[in-house]
């Protein structure tokens, strides 16, 4: 014999009727999938550009313009400043990195002995194998998730005369590799100077400190007095802000299709509840019939679809992380490519989904009870 709480218990007829919840359930999860998965992926877009770029978070970047060195009375003037800790000349080569959305050119920074030990401080970058590279020889080292992204072992030449993406005069060999919160090169400035004297050079500022607020002072300062026509100043916030910019239209179309899968979804949902609900009317009559009252009936029937809905999302997002970590290990990862399985930006986005198909289950359940006769019910089933 039931008990009254029993009977109105919302975990009883899920318990009971697994096969029929289970398509409303499949939808929640395939919903959850679909959303998590294009968040995740496009996601990766942007923090390929910071993993890649990342290193300028921690220095300052000055380039000519309309000219092979920086303006020497703009150099006067960055020396000047009191946000100043220390300014290196970066005389560099650079690759290309292939990422999901095409090739991204990567430098190697040519820098002297000093300047290279300070990048790797301030980035916190430790060497992982191989070797630290000799000075003014034709040698680099890289992190070795970029290593692994162009195929490249120690040993390999990195730059070399035929390469169109990865010139240099002479073949540059890779000796160690590097890892670390963000991706850098590094090789001599000597070396450079020595077989390239015809390409620019910039110039990397440091902060005294090891602090995104000291960093940012000095981002700021150096965009203050240098001249714009004479060089470009290179900044972590000028990276952000281009980034956001760019993928603008990209995040628009992309809350479009989420917006249409959640409503397509929520009123698939809303169906499917109002079908099983329907399938339920000799039950809900009955009970209604002999005196438990519509309210208590509907709250049970919200408190199905809330657990539902929950149960729907919470399996979802481990099926979701699952399968992207799987994509990451078999896909992305041998390729140097970044994906970040467990994303909570991407999670957050799925959120509206149970909330919408509890919503247009819950609102068609009212109805169909608002307009319930258990009368005519029971003497249809007679």
């Given at each position: 014999?039931?008990?009254?709480?029993?009977?109105?218990s919302?975990?009883?007829?899920?318990?009971?009727?697994?096969?029929?919840?289970?398509p409303?359930?499949?939808?929640?999860?395939?919903?959850?999938?679909?959303?998590?998965?294009?968040?995740?992926?496009?996601?990766?877009?942007?923090?390929?550009?910071?993993?890649?770029?990342?290193?300028?978070?921690?220095?300052?970047?000055?380039?000519?313009?309309?000219?092979?060195?920086v303006?020497?009375?703009?150099?006067?003037?960055?020396?000047?400043?009191?946000?100043?800790?220390?300014?290196?000349?970066?005389?560099?080569?650079q690759?290309?990195?292939?990422?999901?959305?095409?090739?991204?050119?990567?430098?190697?920074?040519?820098?002297?002995?000093?300047?290279?030990?300070?990048?790797?401080?301030?980035?916190?970058?430790?060497?992982?194998?191989?070797?630290?590279i000799?000075?003014?020889?034709?040698?680099?080292?890289m992190?070795?998730?970029?290593a692994?992204?162009?195929?490249?072992?120690?040993?390999?030449?990195?730059?070399?005369?035929?390469?169109?993406?990865?010139?240099?005069?002479?073949?540059?060999?890779?000796?160690?590799?590097?890892?670390?919160?963000?991706?850098?090169?590094?090789?001599?400035?000597?070396?450079?100077?020595?077989?390239?004297?015809?390409?620019?050079?910039?110039?990397?500022?440091?902060?005294?400190?090891?602090?995104?607020?000291?960093?940012?002072?000095?981002?700021?300062?150096?965009?203050?007095?240098?001249?714009?026509?004479?060089?470009?100043?290179?900044?972590?916030?000028?990276?952000?802000?281009?980034?956001?910019?760019?993928?603008?239209?990209?995040?628009?179309?992309?809350?479009?299709?989420?917006?249409?899968?959640?409503?397509s979804?929520?009123?698939?949902?809303?169906?499917?509840?109002?079908?099983?609900?329907?399938?339920?009317?000799?039950?809900?009559?009955?009970?209604?019939?002999?005196?438990?009252?519509?309210?208590?009936?509907?709250?049970?029937?919200?408190?199905?679809?809330?657990?539902?809905?929950?149960?729907?999302?919470?399996?979802?997002?481990?099926?979701?992380v699952?399968?992207l970590?799987?994509?990451?290990?078999?896909?992305?990862?041998?390729?140097?490519?970044?994906?970040?399985?467990?994303?909570?930006?991407?999670?957050?986005f799925?959120?509206?989904?149970?909330?919408?198909?509890?919503?247009?289950?819950?609102?068609t359940?009212?109805?169909?009870?608002?307009?319930?006769?258990?009368?005519?019910?029971?003497?249809?089933?007679?």
């Amino acid at each position: 014999m039931l008990s009254n709480s029993t009977v109105l218990s919302p975990i009883l007829y899920l318990r009971r009727n697994i096969r029929r919840v289970l398509p409303t359930m499949l939808v929640i999860v395939l919903a959850v999938t679909l959303v998590c998965s294009i968040v995740t992926i496009v996601g990766t877009i942007d923090k390929t550009v910071f993993t890649l770029y990342g290193y300028n978070r921690y220095l300052t970047g000055v380039t000519p313009r309309n000219a092979l060195r920086v303006n020497e009375d703009e150099l006067v003037k960055v020396r000047a400043l009191p946000e100043l800790g220390k300014l290196y000349q970066a005389h560099s080569y650079q690759t290309q990195v292939k990422t999901i959305f095409g090739k991204m050119p990567f430098p190697l920074f040519g820098l002297e002995p000093e300047a290279r030990a300070l990048l790797m401080e301030r980035c916190q970058i430790r060497l992982k194998s191989g070797r630290l590279i000799e000075e003014n020889k034709p040698e680099c080292m890289m992190s070795a998730e970029v290593a692994q992204n162009l195929g490249l072992k120690i040993g390999d030449n990195v730059c070399y005369p035929e390469s169109e993406d990865s010139f240099a005069p002479v073949p540059i060999k890779l000796v160690g590799l590097l890892e670390g919160v963000v991706w850098i090169g590094l090789t001599s400035r000597a070396l450079v100077d020595r077989l390239s004297p015809f390409t620019w050079a910039g110039y990397l500022a440091f902060a005294p400190t090891y602090s995104d607020a000291a960093q940012s002072r000095l981002d700021d300062a150096i965009e203050r007095v240098v001249s714009k026509g004479n060089a470009r100043v290179w900044r972590f916030s000028g990276l952000v802000k281009e980034t956001q910019s760019a993928l603008t239209n990209l995040y628009l179309i992309l809350n479009i299709v989420i917006v249409i899968i959640v409503v397509s979804i929520s009123f698939v949902c809303g169906l499917l509840s109002n079908i099983y609900f329907t399938q339920r009317l000799p039950e809900i009559a009955t009970l209604s019939a002999i005196g438990y009252p519509r309210s208590r009936l509907f709250r049970r029937a919200a408190w199905e679809t809330v657990i539902l809905c929950l149960f729907g999302w919470i399996l979802g997002s481990i099926v979701t992380v699952s399968l992207l970590w799987v994509v990451k290990l078999i896909f992305m990862a041998p390729r140097g490519l970044i994906l970040e399985p467990f994303d909570l930006h991407a999670l957050a986005f799925t959120l509206p989904l149970p909330v919408f198909i509890g919503f247009f289950a819950i609102v068609t359940i009212a109805v169909r009870l608002n307009s319930l006769d258990p009368v005519s019910i029971i003497e249809r089933r007679g």
